[in-house]
């Protein structure tokens, strides 16, 4: 079973999209903010990290920076979750070495397709 880190401070949206990804058959490990998912990720090393942009204490560029200076995480699959349907924003987190972008609103199938991707599975 392959575990994703879900890095996201919206409770509703942590909630709803931990379902759809446990129905799915993942292990959901859940971080309400960018700081508490830095750290859970050096801890648990997940299969796939799927994070917000936009959040407390370490927004998910500061997460991602930081995670791919370290050699233990770097090579983890890394997916930017957000509501932001800027460019720049997209180009930004892609070149920092994001694998994926999934816009807020999303489709279940498009959030589970981009998993798969990632994970190539």
Do not use: W
Not at 39 to 62: H, V
Not at 83 to 93: L, Q
């Amino acid at each position: 079973m392959k575990t994703v880190l879900l890095i996201e401070d919206n409770h509703d949206i942590r909630e709803n999209t931990s379902e759809i990804l446990e129905l799915e058959g993942y292990n959901v490990v859940i971080a309400a903010n960018g700081k508490i998912g830095l750290s859970m990720a050096k801890d648990i090393l997940p299969d796939i990290i799927l994070s917000d942009i936009m959040m407390p204490e370490a927004d998910g560029y500061q997460v991602l920076g930081e995670l791919k200076t370290d050699s233990v995480t770097s090579k983890i699959p890394f997916i930017f979750f957000t509501a932001s349907t800027e460019r720049k924003d997209i180009e930004n987190g892609l070149n920092m070495g994001a694998k994926g972008y999934i816009q807020k609103p999303f489709h279940d199938e498009v959030l589970l397709d981009e998993i798969k991707r990632c994970l190539c599975i």
